[in-house]
């Protein structure tokens, strides 16, 4: 962690600070919740810098990529951006100027294809794979046409994305893009609650008991566990380590934000009471808290397991702006849920 404001710090620094816990140390990607690769040829080639400047504003909501803008509760201002997008730049090739589509295609044969051959990974409206979830309202209002066409023609080297070009007809991936451009139907912006004032209240239940778990690997306690000591009332203390911006999209009810990049409230957390942190990664950064709480001294800090997609899909507790719903997840059993203790603090 970088003492220095985040938004003071040169691209390649914020890049350090805010993204490599996610995306990777050398860009590679895939270090928490699929997070993708960032120096990726194929992708940099196509992705113009309004493209990432507007991915790093908004984030993917729903997701473990928050809103970076200092205009959405991020740590990050225009110039800020602006440099993390020329570090990013710098990591490959220059963006080629795409050919539009002059022949739109046909959602209805795109939709076999897509079931057949990007579902597994992409998922649909109502699930998330191990790859880019292409129904994001913020992806299908960043995303153009020529872009996704990019993608699947060409691939993305080193990953399980393979060119379909010489698989499919031109005419067939112009279908499936149509098919893509299908899934953003009906999607809504959300709208934000008030900005944390970082005077809300620490302790959920001051006068109640010690929550009884036994956290798992004296650091992971389950989603089902905290929200049954929450239940019954518990003292306790729940951190939300995402930038502010997601949790004024939505959060735990009670949580306070402190989140992975600005930790100096931590130092206002008492050291006898448990402290739940949790993000959307779901280890990562909630890890980066819990780390910074032990050096505090504290005894007593835990990691939510699944994160809080999970939290919120299974209808715990939550306070959540308007028009945001629990987010798309993994289904059950396939690549990309939850499923695997292994994460912890990078």
């Not at 699929?34 to 400047?53: I, M």
């Not at 998922?123 to 872009?147: C, E, I, Y």
């Not at 939505?250 to 949790?278: C, E, F, M």
Request: proline letters at 8%; a neutral charge; hydrophobic letters at 40%.
């Amino acid at each position: 962690m970088a003492d220095a404001h985040p938004a003071t710090l040169p691209g390649s620094q914020i890049y350090v600070a805010l993204c490599a816990q996610c995306h990777g140390a050398k860009l590679e990607g895939y270090i928490a919740d699929n997070a993708p690769a960032l120096n990726n040829p194929t992708f940099l080639e196509s992705a113009t810098d309004d493209f990432l400047k507007a991915s790093i504003v908004t984030g993917r909501p729903g997701t473990a990529m928050a809103g970076y803008s200092d205009k959405l509760g991020g740590p990050l201002d225009d110039a800020a951006i602006t440099r993390l997008v020329a570090y990013l730049r710098e990591q490959g090739p220059k963006v080629k100027e795409l050919a539009p589509i002059t022949k739109p295609g046909d959602p209805a044969k795109g939709e076999a294809l897509y079931l057949k051959s990007c579902k597994t990974c992409h998922g649909d409206k109502a699930t998330r794979g191990d790859a880019p979830h292409l129904a994001n309202v913020m992806f299908q209002a960043q995303a153009s046409d020529p872009f996704i066409k990019h993608a699947i023609v060409h691939g993305r080297p080193g990953t399980k994305m393979l060119p379909f070009a010489g698989q499919l007809t031109d005419g067939q991936i112009n279908d499936v893009v149509a098919y893509v451009r299908t899934l953003g139907s009906g999607a809504k912006f959300a709208g934000m609650l008030p900005a944390p004032t970082g005077k809300e209240p620490l302790v959920i239940n001051p006068k109640g008991k010690d929550p009884a778990w036994k956290p798992r690997d004296g650091r992971f306690v389950s989603v089902d566990d905290v929200a049954k000591a929450y239940k019954a009332g518990a003292k306790m203390i729940i951190v939300d380590a995402r930038p502010p911006s997601d949790w004024m999209r939505a959060h735990i009810k009670g949580a306070v934000s402190i989140p992975y990049h600005d930790v100096a409230r931590l130092n206002d957390l008492p050291l006898d009471t448990w402290v739940v942190a949790y993000c959307a990664c779901p280890h990562h950064l909630s890890g980066i808290v819990v780390d910074e709480l032990v050096k505090r001294g504290h005894k007593k800090a835990v990691v939510l397991d699944e994160g809080v997609n999970v939290w919120h899909t299974r209808g715990y507790p939550m306070v959540a702006a308007e028009g945001v719903t629990a987010p798309a997840m993994p289904a059950p059993g396939a690549a990309g849920a939850h499923d695997d203790h292994s994460g912890h603090a990078h």
